[in-house]
């Protein structure tokens, strides 16, 4: 199916964007920081275009933050059990979401890659999770899941056990290498972050030499 201008309409999966975090590092909340502008040439904020992401691949896009960040084609919904860090954030999503695929990113990512995501989404028929590997390591905010994640999630944060390998235990996780990764997003700057003044400013400079 795809929408009026040619592109695939969202799939019937939730999105979910990580946006609880104190942005210590940058100095000022994060997601406010100005990136780009919308279809109508209006200037939007680095959580607005990560949203306006997801709603490319998602027809039920959520914010999970414990406040009001003022963000459009989404809903906001807070953390379930507040102060159990990124892995209560993902419960918090599956829980809220309206589909059984629930792709999650943060909201500091400005280079999520839709072709990317689609294919992740894609994968998770039959199994729990999807979770790219990149450098070795998981990314585990740039996946996607499936509801036994949250029951996990629960009993991991009620034994006080925030580290979110530690949910995937025992549950049938697909692990994508970095070399199918690369076949899609070949600089990985889907997994990219904006942590640090430097790391905003870098990545402006690198997102308008891309455009």
């Not at 809903?75 to 860090?85: L, N």
């Not at 918090?92 to 909201?107: D, T």
């Not at 070399?179 to 899609?184: I, K």
């Amino acid at each position: 199916m795809s929408t009026n201008d040619g592109a695939p309409a969202a799939a019937a999966a939730s999105a979910v964007v990580l946006a609880g975090g104190a942005s210590r590092r940058m100095g000022r909340d994060k997601r406010m920081l100005p990136w780009g502008t919308d279809a109508d040439g209006r200037p939007r904020t680095l959580l607005q275009s990560v949203v306006d992401t997801l709603a490319a691949v998602a027809d039920d896009v959520m914010v999970v933050a414990n406040d009001q960040p003022g963000v459009a084609r989404a809903r906001v919904e807070p953390d379930a059990i507040p102060g159990s860090g990124s892995l209560g954030g993902i419960l918090s999503g599956i829980e809220a979401a309206r589909h059984e695929r629930v792709f999650v990113a943060a909201a500091d990512m400005p280079f999520l890659n839709v072709a990317l995501m689609r294919d992740l989404l894609g994968r998770l028929e039959g199994h729990d999770a999807v979770v790219p590997i990149v450098g070795g390591r998981p990314e585990p905010l740039h996946a996607v899941y499936g509801p036994a994640v949250a029951i996990a999630a629960r009993r991991q944060i009620g034994r006080g056990q925030l580290k979110i390998a530690l949910a995937f235990e025992g549950l049938d996780v697909v692990r994508v290498p970095e070399a199918e990764l690369r076949a899609l997003d070949p600089d990985l700057l889907s997994f990219r972050n904006v942590n640090t003044p430097e790391d905003y400013a870098g990545a402006r400079r690198d997102a308008g030499a891309k455009g």
